[in-house]
C-alpha cells in the first residue's frame, strides 16, 4: 500500500501516486492479517491524536460493529478522510468499515475500466485498478497484487495528491468542497451517475 502511495519518484522501480506524501504506518494486523477490533481502536484514535489528514484501511469485516463505528465517526469529526477497501466479496455485500457512510468505500477495476468479478456491489463511491497491481513488497523488492485493498491505496494517493495540488482544499478547512472536488474528478463508468458497481466512477488526477 505504501508502495502504490508514495514510492519516490527515483528511476527506480516504481512510483507512487503522491510521492511527496508522508506516511504513518500504524499496524493493528499480525503477520496473518488477522486483529481485533480494540487494537483497531486504538490504532485509529492514534492517527487522531497525530493529526494525520488521510487514513487508509486497506481491510474490512462483514459485520458491523458498533465500537468500530463509534471511532471511524470520531475520527471523520476530528477532520480526517477516510478511504477503505469494500472487500474481495465478489457480489456479495460491501466490508465495514467502507459501507458506514462516513467513509469512501472503494472497488476495483481492470484495464478495460470494468468491474472485477472480486469487487462487490452497494456502497462503492469510487473505483480504481486492482488487477495486475506491480508495487514494492515486504521482502525489498516488488510483487504482482490484485483485490480491492490495493485499489483503495491509488484512492488515497489521489486525495493526497489533490490536497497538495490544492491548498484551498486542506481537508480541516474544506472537507464537503473536497468531497465535492473528488465527485467531479471521477470519470463516470457503468450507468450515469453514482451506481453500486462503480460510485461515481474511476478518481483521476486532472
Known amino acids: 500500500m505504501a508502495g502504490i502511495i508514495a514510492a519516490k519518484d527515483n528511476s527506480i522501480g516504481i512510483k507512487g501516486v503522491a510521492p511527496n506524501a508522508k506516511i504513518y504506518s500504524v499496524k493493528v494486523l499480525n503477520d496473518d492479517g488477522e486483529g481485533t477490533i480494540d487494537n483497531i481502536i486504538r490504532g485509529i484514535n492514534w492517527c487522531i491524536d497525530q493529526k494525520v489528514n488521510i ?15 463509534s471511532i ?19 457480489i456479495r455485500e460491501v466490508d465495514y468499515p467502507a459501507r458506514y457512510e462516513n467513509v469512501f ?8 475500466h470494468q468491474r472485477v468479478r472480486f469487487s462487490p456491489r452497494g456502497k462503492i ?10 508495487s514494492t513488497n515486504n521482502k525489498n523488492g516488488y510483487s ?8 483503495t491505496a491509488f484512492i488515497s494517493g489521489l486525495i493526497a495528491l489533490y490536497m497538495t495540488d490544492n491548498p484551498e482544499y486542506k481537508i480541516y478547512q474544506n472537507q464537503d468542497k473536497l468531497i465535492r472536488l473528488l465527485q467531479v474528478k471521477s470519470l463516470d463508468l457503468g450507468v450515469k451517475g453514482k451506481d453500486n458497481v462503480y460510485g461515481y466512477g474511476l478518481l483521476q488526477f486532472k
Do not use: Q
Request: aromatic letters at 10%; glycine letters at 12%; zero cysteines.
Open 125 to 134: 463511491d469510487f473505483v480504481a485498478p486492482g488487477r495486475g497491481i506491480l
Open 105 to 112: 468505500s472503494v472497488g476495483s477495476i481492470n484495464k478495460e
Open 55 to 69: 487514513m487508509n484501511i486497506s481491510f474490512g469485516f462483514k459485520s458491523n460493529n458498533p465500537e468500530l463505528k
Open 144 to 151: 504482482l497484487f490484485e483485490g480491492t485493498s490495493y485499489s
Open 72 to 90: 471511524i465517526d470520531k475520527a471523520r469529526n476530528s477532520g480526517i478522510i477516510i478511504v477503505a477497501s469494500s472487500g474481495n466479496n465478489y
